[in-house]
């Protein structure tokens, strides 16, 4: 996946219309170089097409992709080659590091709790919590270490939560104002004890968020519903008791940490002469 818009953005961020004074300085304009994109530790990769649409953004055409993304790499895995103008690489590189680094974070950690709750039929599912600008790409990111996306934007699907609930006045109020206004769009509805979850049950919502339920609630949650709509897992969940949440049988457990707290991946550039 690629934004171009973004990445003429971020490489404009950096020059902040000037130029790349260090390298001028150090760097004659005629010196060609090749750069390895390096994986410092093991992981799951994203963003391999941004970090290549950057250097093609500078210039640069001889690129050499060597891992795809959603792969499994190794520590000291090369994933991409770079040849050319010594200036325009040092330029894309801060850049291409940046956007490999933010989404290869964020695969390896989807893998991490995906990999927590194998064996179950539950999936681990993100949400809006995401940086602004770069949604699309960490959903993809997401998508690629594993997870599944909760909707894109406030208008793909309709989430009642408690404070549509109160403007509304009640729950059944909320639902049946969003189903009249928008009568094919997806609901969600919030629940916060297993008596709303059954006064909800007859609206026939798509998908029923569980906020902030123990594993024995949502054991409970699952026998009440019996099939009759979808179930997520919201709020306390952690990669120590993410398998008790999904062995209980919801369908989905809610990881805003997916995005909002993926620690970046450790990707350098290491630079050397053609052989």
């Known amino acids: 996946m690629i934004d171009r818009d973004l990445i003429k953005k971020a490489l404009a961020e950096d020059l902040q219309g000037g130029q790349d004074i260090t390298s ?3 760097v004659s304009g005629s010196e060609k170089v090749v750069a390895d994109f390096v994986s410092r530790k093991a992981g799951v990769v994203a963003g391999i097409d941004m970090a290549r649409a950057v250097l093609e953004e500078v210039g640069l055409t001889d690129i050499e992709v060597l891992a795809k993304d959603g792969a499994l790499v190794k520590q000291g895995e090369v994933l991409m080659t770079v040849r ?7 330029l894309a590189e801060r850049t291409a590091l940046n956007f490999l680094g933010h989404l290869s974070g964020i695969a390896t950690l989807t893998r991490i709790w995906v990999d927590a709750i194998a064996g179950t039929t539950c999936e681990i599912r993100d949400t809006r919590k995401t940086t602004p600008g770069m949604r699309l790409l960490e959903k993809y990111a997401v998508r690629m270490g594993g997870g599944t996306n909760h909707r894109m934007s406030l208008s793909d699907a309709a989430l009642i939560k408690d404070n549509h609930i109160a403007a509304a006045g009640g729950v059944a109020q909320a639902f049946s104002k969003v189903r009249a206004e928008f009568p094919s769009s997806e609901i969600e509805i919030e629940v916060d004890t297993l008596d709303q979850l059954r006064e909800v049950l007859p609206l026939k919502p798509d998908v029923v968020l ?12 699952v026998s009440i519903v019996a099939g009759a709509t979808k179930l997520e897992a919201s709020g306390g969940i952690s990669l120590e008791n993410a398998k008790a949440y999904a062995a209980t049988g919801v369908n989905f457990l809610a990881v805003g940490a997916l995005t909002h707290s993926a620690p970046v991946f450790d990707i350098g550039l290491d630079m050397r002469a053609e052989k």
């Not at 906020?211 to 054991?219: G, H, L, R, T």
């Open 210 to 221: 569980l906020d902030n339920m123990s594993p024995a609630q949502c054991v409970e949650a």
């Open 24 to 26: 001028v300085a150090t």
């Open 84 to 90: 050319g103008d010594t200036r325009a690489i040092l």
